[in-house]
């Protein structure tokens, strides 16, 4: 490991004063960027640890339109347990528990969650080709072990997948992201925040440097009533997920009168699936239904070789899960 | 034979694991553990190249990086003496030898060590090793053992070597009902939690001292001695705690030489730990291992005919061999077998015993054809094991010393409900899963080695029991103690003390094989027997059942009365057949749209003989369940074969069962003695808990979808597809 600047300042603007280098990295729980030090995949000249900040706490504000902001420093396992979540989003916290192991829930954060990077095994291995880890060396996975690769919003350059479960969540949400930097303050849609790796796979988000998020916000929704998030995975824990989906219904008198839809485990960002939840806007909550809905979802899907088993997987997994929010079993 | 039935212990609960409450507080000291002043740390650079030559190697910032006392490589390291010595290098052994690290600039797989950095702290040693650099001279390089199949020839030595035929195994062709199957055992990793462990600390200019992970003290001792050519009494190894081993610790590793060769060097005690990266290509693992098994059957399910055939991989270097396919030669009463064995050297390190090891993944192959051809017939499984149950080893046509698998079989299957399974496979659900379940045997050799045990009688009143053997977290020490403890029935079991893990102690084999309870627990026997006697005759005729020890020791003035014993098996044990065998019954449950599997329920039962140690055994059949949940579902050391490389070579990636993929298991035991073997009655249980489980779980997946996997492991994908 090279040597590298630590430190933890006490406010927010001391923060940002500090990182406005591209070679500074905010350290928030660590349970990724400090793996990412040791395997030399990552090497900051500096390390911002904001652990000092008062970047926690979940409330809620009673506007126009109500809704609850979750500070970026919260752990995982404190929003997945609290009340107000479980109560109001319950998909939040299905999707939460569904990552990770309980000892990385304990220290990995909301916003470190939504910073974590690729489980890409070439990504990791600075032996190998990665053209997200060294622009323009080649993708390794292309033509390699492809299994937990994606199937949607892949280039030349990547196929990688985001491997969180939290963000599946906060997508098909509606969420926020409210990002500060010394240019003030701005919002990013959370479907907006993560992208696709094009050109550029070496960018997993539209950050930009000398900014810090700050908390989520979740809009309120009907939805907590007929919520699921589905994680299909090789082991009952501690596994990435091969495909997970979230979903969101609202129903009203066995009518769909909004559904939210979002995939994990299949593209380099959370993968809404707009036409599938345009379908069912206003259907019954039927398995044809359902089969319809997850087949337009996979339309422009494209597999890799030990991928292929995805195009099957996906679909079976979005009728699964819908049919289990809609509690239809 | 004398039948030396001394005692029927009653199925007891038997006492507690005598480290236990040491292992859960943190007051177990494992090898890594030790500080020794001036101690220091190594740590090594790979090789990134699969086959090659180093063509240079720049080691100048690694040696001017902070702490470092010494960077070793081919080029500069000092000669190990036993490395130099005998063969001619025109003329290679026929069966290899292991690789040597730092002799030579051949690369021979990808993660091997081309340097080794010795440093005042681990983290600085990581940080110099990644300052060197090295240029090579790529060859094409082979890791694909599928590809390189048509390569496979029989082994050159060992024991697995040569075909075996009796009768006309082609008869399968012509029978009524056959199976014709190829089957895939891959690349299976060890992955105990405990890393592999080297501390070296020369005392003196001929004398060493190392604390290792090793699953035998002795031969890590002489391994040691040999490499540098010291008399063995000069070389101390001590392992008192193994946090896990699995066979990875059975043989002394290239790396481990290095260590004590690096201590030489910079003259301080030098630690090696490998990473976890490094315990997939350093130490060893289970092969990729194709098979083929061809059965054929009347219309009644007796066997009239079966072949097994495997090709495994090993390295360029060296052959490894396993019992893959010996099993098959005795398991069933089938008048003609055929058995056929080879190996295809890839550039890879060598592959190691495994728990289980080959009858592991030759139990898959055999377990399943059986399971497939019980469909195939329309009758249950267990049936056809029962229609075709060996009564003598039809390998060598002797009696087995004992062998109770038909009642094994009814108690398992009384106690998962195995009457709950239809034979249409399919056919059950709940709650919107598919049920099935499944069953497969296991079976593996349970002999008797030479062990030698020193048991005193101390004045303060404590027994003391020594052998040089390791625990490898099985509960060796606690059946030893159990073993004394029936012996000296009026020493209560806080007084003896079972000290193991020192090379100085008297030599016990080391532990791997399914051999140590049989071995050194005869040994323990016989020398707490021998102990009585000796103080039956000091005290003269009379006495107690239950004697004073300390007061008769004061009397006589004798500060303690020891023996040392050293026993082995009778002779006439050739004279028959003996085995373990475990039957293992599993419920699964499998999601109809996902294909995701979910382990319901296991239930396996021990035929071993005699329980010893009835807690620490129920344990080790739960591990072994555990491990052979793994191997079915989960374990697959996946490898990138443009690269050489694994790229799996972690926890988070290489799956092993967590306790949420764990359901109730329950163990079961015949609990029947076997004298014949060992004074106890006990025979092995290690390998066994394991063999036949991975079947077991594919054929409950087979009877819960149709769907037969025979390429482990079996992930969701593959029963979408």
């Known amino acids: 490991m090279k040597q590298f600047q630590y430190i933890r300042p006490a406010t927010q603007q001391s923060v940002l004063d500090a990182i406005t280098k591209p070679g500074a990295r905010i350290l928030a729980g660590g349970s990724n960027l400090i793996d990412l030090m040791k395997r030399g995949v990552t090497s900051p000249d500096k390390l911002v640890d904001i652990q000092k900040l008062p970047l926690k706490g979940i409330s809620k504000s009673t506007g126009n339109v109500s809704s609850i902001s979750i500070g970026a420093l919260e752990l995982n396992s404190a929003v997945a347990e609290n009340k107000l979540i479980k109560e109001e989003f319950p998909l939040l916290s299905m999707a939460l528990n569904a990552g990770a192991s309980p000892q990385l829930r304990n220290m990995a954060t909301v916003g470190g969650n939504m910073m974590q990077r690729t489980r890409c095994t070439y990504f990791y291995d600075t032996a190998m080709p990665c053209n997200k880890r060294e622009p323009n060396s080649g993708c390794g996975a292309m033509e390699g072990i492809n299994r937990m690769h994606a199937i949607f919003g892949t280039s030349e350059k990547c196929i990688a997948v985001h491997p969180s479960d939290m963000c599946v969540a906060l997508a098909a949400l509606d969420a926020s992201v409210e990002v500060k930097s010394k240019k003030g303050t701005r919002y990013i849609p959370f479907t907006e925040f993560h992208r696709l790796p094009g050109e550029t796979p070496q960018l997993d988000n539209t950050l930009t440097t000398g900014e810090l998020i700050t908390r989520v916000i979740i809009p309120h929704n009907n939805f907590a009533k007929n919520s699921y998030y589905l994680k299909v995975r090789d082991r009952a824990s501690y596994a990435f997920a091969l495909i997970s989906v979230a979903v969101g219904l609202d129903i009203q008198g066995g009518n769909i009168k909004e559904a939210r839809l979002a995939m994990g485990g299949v593209a380099h960002k959370p993968w809404r699936l707009k036409a599938a939840e345009q379908f069912l806007k206003g259907k019954p909550a039927t398995v044809a239904n359902f089969e319809q809905a997850a087949s337009l979802a996979m339309q422009g899907a494209k597999s890799f070789g030990h991928n292929d088993f995805k195009l099957k997987m996906a679909p079976a997994s979005i009728i699964e899960a819908l049919s289990n929010a809609a509690k239809l079993s | ?721």
């Open chain 2, 1 to 721: 034979m004398k039948q030396q039935a001394q005692h029927t212990p009653p199925f007891t609960e038997g006492i507690n694991r005598v480290d236990g409450i040491m292992k859960v507080t943190g007051a177990a000291k494992y090898s890594a553990e030790y500080e020794l002043p001036g101690m220091t740390y190594a740590v090594f650079a790979i090789s990134n190249i699969t086959k090659g030559i180093i063509t240079s190697i720049d080691i100048k910032a690694a040696e001017r990086a902070p702490g470092v006392l010494a960077v070793l490589t081919h080029l500069n390291a000092p000669k190990v003496p036993g490395y130099e010595s005998g063969k001619d290098p025109s003329k290679p052994p026929t069966t290899g030898g292991p690789l040597k690290f730092f002799v030579d600039n051949t690369v021979k797989y990808n993660g091997q060590p081309i340097a080794m950095v010795v440093a005042d702290s681990f983290e600085r040693a990581t940080y110099a090793a990644s300052l060197i650099k090295a240029q090579y001279k790529k060859e094409q390089h082979e890791t694909d053992t599928e590809k390189n199949k048509f390569k496979a020839a029989a082994p050159k030595g060992g024991r697995n070597g040569g075909d075996y035929k009796r009768g006309t195994p082609d008869d399968w062709k012509t029978a009524a009902v056959k199976v014709e199957q190829e089957y895939v055992v891959p690349i299976n990793v060890h992955n105990p939690m405990e890393l592999s462990v080297t501390l070296a600390h020369w005392t003196a200019d001929d004398k060493v001292t190392v604390y290792a992970k090793t699953q035998g003290v002795k031969s890590t001792q002489n391994a040691i001695a040999q490499a540098f050519k010291l008399p063995v009494e000069n070389v101390q190894v001590t392992t008192k705690f193994v946090g896990g081993a699995f066979g990875n610790a059975l043989r002394t590793w290239p790396h481990e030489i290095a260590t004590v060769q690096a201590a030489k060097l910079v003259k301080r005690p030098v630690k090696t730990v490998l990473t976890r990266e490094l315990q997939f290509n350093t130490v060893g693992y289970r092969p990729y291992t194709w098979q083929k098994v061809s059965m054929g059957a009347s219309a009644d399910g007796k066997l009239t005919g079966i072949i097994h055939e495997a090709t495994a991989q090993t390295s360029s270097f060296e052959e490894f061999t396993e019992g893959t396919v010996n099993m098959t030669r005795f398991m069933y009463a089938c008048p003609s077998v055929g058995t056929v064995y080879k190996i295809t050297p890839l550039d890879v390190n060598t592959p190691t015993w495994m728990r289980g090891p080959g009858e592991a993944t030759g139990a898959f192959a055999l377990e399943s054809a059986m399971d497939e051809l019980a469909d195939k017939l329309g009758i249950d499984p267990i049936e056809l094991r029962i229609r075709n149950h060996a009564d003598t080893d039809p390998e060598n046509g002797k009696p087995f010393s004992s062998k109770n698998l038909k009642e094994a079989y009814e108690m398992g299957a009384d106690k998962i409900g195995w009457s709950k399974r239809k034979l249409k496979p399919g056919t059950l659900t709940e709650d919107g899963w598919l049920i099935g379940y499944g069953m497969g045997t296991g079976v593996f050799g349970a002999g008797r080695g030479r062990a030698t045990v020193k048991a005193a009688l101390l004045d303060s009143g404590t027994l003391l029991i020594q052998t040089s053997v390791t625990d490898i977290g099985v509960g060796t020490g606690t059946a030893m103690t159990q073993i004394a403890s029936e012996i000296f029935t009026g020493i209560p079991v806080k007084k003896i003390k079972f000290e193991l893990g020192d090379s100085s102690l008297p030599p016990s084999p080391t532990q791997g094989g399914s051999t140590i309870t049989s071995t050194v627990g005869g040994a323990v026997h016989d020398a707490c027997t021998q102990l009585k006697e000796k103080f039956q005759q000091l005290i003269g005729n009379g006495g107690t059942d239950k004697p004073d020890y300390v007061k008769v020791l004061k009397e006589k003035n004798l500060p303690q009365l020891e023996v040392t014993v050293t026993s082995s098996g009778s002779t006439e044990m050739r004279n028959f057949s003996s085995y373990s065998y475990s039957v293992h019954f599993v419920k699964v449950k499998v999601h109809p749209k996902t294909g995701v599997v979910r382990v319901d329920n296991v239930v396996s039962v021990a035929d071993s003989g005699h329980i010893v140690s009835p807690k620490t055994a129920r344990s080790q059949i739960i591990g072994g369940a555990i491990g052979g949940i793994g191997m079915a579902l989960m374990e697959e050391g996946i490898m990138d074969h443009r690269y050489g490389r694994y790229v799996n070579n972690n926890y988070a990636d290489y799956h092993v069962p967590i306790s949420a993929d764990i359901p109730q298991i329950d163990a079961l035991f015949v609990n029947k003695p076997d004298y014949r073997v060992n004074p106890m009655g006990a025979k092995g249980m290690g390998e066994i808990a394991l063999i036949g489980m991975s079947a077991a779980v594919a054929n409950a997946v087979y009877n819960a979808t149709g769907k037969r996997i025979r390429e482990l492991p079996i992930t969701p994908d593959k029963l979408l597809a």
